[in-house]
Antibody, heavy 124, light 105 residues
Framework: QLQLQESGPGLVKPSETLSLTCTVS??????????WGWIRQPPGKGLEWIGT???????YYNPSLQSRVTISVDTSKNQFSLKLTSVTAADTAVYYC????????????????WGRGTLVAVSS | DIQMTQSPSSLSASVGDRVTITCRAS??????LNWYQQKPGNAPKLLIY???SLQNGVPSRFSGGGSGTDFTLTINSLQPEDFATYYCQQSSTTLTFGGGTKVEI
């Protein structure tokens, strides 16, 4: 059974870099079928896609965050990671990792398995 | 970006009711529309993908419809565990989500 688990600091200072890791269990992150994504949700608000990666190195980012975001994969640890630079209070959110399924299928592309999420607060 | 507008933003319903939530895209997205359910403190859960396909393990009382710009999520015979917030999400271009619909008692 596929499981995803986010980890990382729960508090980041303004202007610093937010770094999170998603550990995948129950399947190989190197499977040729799957892509892997990050989504965030500010407290009491809606969902925002951050970006998606593939084990081969391809990455796709939300244009609104692209200048500050890096997503990478570590196949040896079956993990993928998120880095968000120059954070402000507006980056305070629950951050989720998820499997971005059927990435190239068009209409059938969806997030079918999610981690439980981790709250990251940006504050001095 | 394609904007996704859900209506209503909240609704009150009773167990056994039939509930319909609407999602409208700012431009045509064909059938590239997913629906998620989120309960407080939990991650979203995929219910419907490609506008009308039921995700494995999701009860058949959930159904989705529509294409182009107008979509619906229908819950037949609302159950106590269905009280939650529902989000639509388009996968036609840069992924975007609707603002959510909270289904309350």
């Amino acid at each position: 059974q596929l499981q995803l688990q986010e980890s990382g600091p729960g508090l980041v200072k303004p202007s610093e870099t937010l770094s999170l890791t998603c550990t995948v269990s129950g399947d190989s992150i190197s499977s040729s079928f799957y892509y892997w994504g990050w989504i965030r949700q500010p407290p009491g608000k809606g969902l925002e896609w951050i970006g998606t990666t593939y084990y081969g190195g391809s990455t796709y980012y939300n244009p609104s965050l692209q200048s500050r975001v890096t997503i990478s994969v570590d196949t040896s640890k079956n993990q993928f990671s998120l880095k968000l630079t120059s954070v402000t209070a507006a980056d305070t959110a629950v951050y989720y990792c998820a499997r971005d399924y059927d990435f190239w299928s068009g209409p059938a592309r969806r997030f079918d398995c999610w981690g439980r999420g981790t709250l990251v607060a940006v504050s001095s | 970006d394609i904007q996704m507008t859900q209506s209503p933003s909240s609704l009150s319903a009773s167990v056994g009711d039939r509930v319909t939530i609407t999602c409208r895209a700012s431009q045509s997205i064909s059938s590239s529309l997913n629906w998620y359910q989120q309960k407080p403190g939990n991650a979203p859960k995929l219910l419907i993908y490609a506008a009308s396909s039921l995700q494995n393990g999701v009860p058949s009382r959930f159904s989705g419809g529509g294409s182009g710009t107008d979509f619906t999520l229908t819950i037949n015979s609302l159950q106590p565990e269905d009280f939650a917030t529902y989000y639509c999400q388009q996968s036609s271009t840069t992924l975007t989500f609707g603002g959510g619909t909270k289904v309350e008692i």
